[in-house]
């Protein structure tokens, strides 16, 4: 039973982590932290090497229409504005791995891990699944885990998944009553009388 709960959790995890809602990253990654360390399973490490290009100059050299080229004093001349290596610990849930970042370094020396630990060149990116399934899976951790997040814009002209759907219906039912609440302003201000938007011929300019 606890492996069919673990293969579940993975595979959820998994979707979820490819589309991660950008104004709920830091709690999202919170539930995802307390899943890994209660169901997956420590298998590695891996090293995250990432350079931050020099957006200040070209190739090192600054250039300007008022002086002549020079080093660029951002960089240094290297054209790199900044470089670390981020230590993570790899876990596996069912059939998927996951990283948890626990060291950022701007130094790194593989000869001090005793052994070279497989390196990933730049940020992890995951493309993002089908019909907003990941987006849902995510917004349903959300839930589970007592965080309330806002659900607007989320709905879609064709809902494909339950949230989906339940959000499409709730946009649908809060417009109907703000139509309805119109309308009985609309009655309140006309005295009660049916409002008739027909022409009286005797009325008209002709």
């Not at 090293?47 to 229409?65: A, L, M, Y």
């Not at 959000?167 to 609309?186: D, G, H, T, Y």
């Amino acid at each position: 039973m606890k492996r069919l709960l673990t293969l579940i959790i993975g595979e959820i995890l998994h979707l979820a982590n490819r589309d991660i809602p950008e104004k709920y990253k830091t709690q999202f990654y919170k539930i995802k932290n307390k899943l890994v360390d209660k169901y997956g399973v420590k298998v590695g490490q891996d090293i995250q090497h990432i350079k931050q290009q020099c957006w200040s100059c070209r190739d090192g050299v600054f250039h300007s229409d008022w002086k002549e080229p020079e080093t660029c004093w951002s960089c240094g001349g290297t054209g790199i504005y900044r470089e670390e290596w981020n230590r993570l610990d790899k876990y596996q849930v069912g059939r998927h791995f996951f990283h948890q970042p626990i060291e950022r370094m701007f130094i790194y020396d593989p000869l001090f891990d005793g052994e070279a630990k497989p390196i990933i060149q730049g940020y992890i990116r995951h493309q993002k699944p089908k019909y907003r399934i990941g987006l849902e899976m995510a917004y349903w951790l959300l839930l589970i885990y007592g965080y309330k997040p806002k659900l607007r814009g989320f709905a879609t002209s064709k809902p494909r998944t339950p949230l989906l759907l339940l959000v499409s219906i709730r946009w649908k039912i809060r417009m109907l009553k703000a139509r309805i609440k119109k309308l009985s302003i609309m009655y309140s201000e006309s005295g009660g009388n049916k409002i008739d938007h027909a022409y009286d011929l005797t009325d008209l300019p002709f």
